[in-house]
């Protein structure tokens, strides 16, 4: 079991409610009226599993961490490193997502964490490749464009669905996935992976034995 953070151990007692080499712009911003509601959580079941192809995968390195103050609403929140980069990953890859595919994108992340062949931390995957543009695993971390969230009801549940995943409180529909990308595109790569769930707009893969990416 992974080592949790303060915030994901205190999440276990008291809950309140792709990623792919080559992904998709960021999704578009819609501004939602101030301190909305957070609705209650259903339980999510892992998705179907549909088999693919095998082939290579691409090599990932490691990238510093970043700031652990997020703003929410009106006022600023202490939020710990690793929720604050899962939470950005899930708000910027899936917020328009169903619950089931934001927590999808949320445990390829992690499943990437658990992987020899990527780096060992959430924030160090999320920024993986840097912010040279084209470089980076998720398309939102080197556009360009700032990173603040301004979906005030999308960012707080992307920080409850973080605080959820980091504590194991949710299965993985992804089977394992450590890849995805959206249903309107056909990458190379992904006919060299084996295919593991479709969830929402998202496809989601793994290597196969054959395939399995080695670590720099």
Known sequence: ????????????????????????????????????????????????????????????????????????GDRTADIDDELHCLALNIYHEARSEPLSGQIAVAQVTLNRVASKAFPHSVCEVVKQGGQERNRCQFSWWCDGKSDQPTEQRAWRRSLELGRRVLAEQTPDPTNGALYYHADYVAPQWSRAFQRTAQIGRHLFYRPTPSATPSAT
């Open 1 to 72: 079991m992974r080592t949790l953070s303060m915030t994901a151990f205190a999440a276990t007692f008291f809950p309140s409610v792709l990623l792919s080499p080559v992904m998709e712009s960021r999704e578009s911003v819609r501004l939602s009226p101030a301190e909305p509601r957070l609705e209650t959580l259903s339980p999510v079941t892992p998705a179907k599993t549909v088999e693919a192809s095998a082939g290579k995968a691409p090599v990932a390195s490691a990238v510093a961490p970043q700031s652990t103050l997020t703003a929410v």
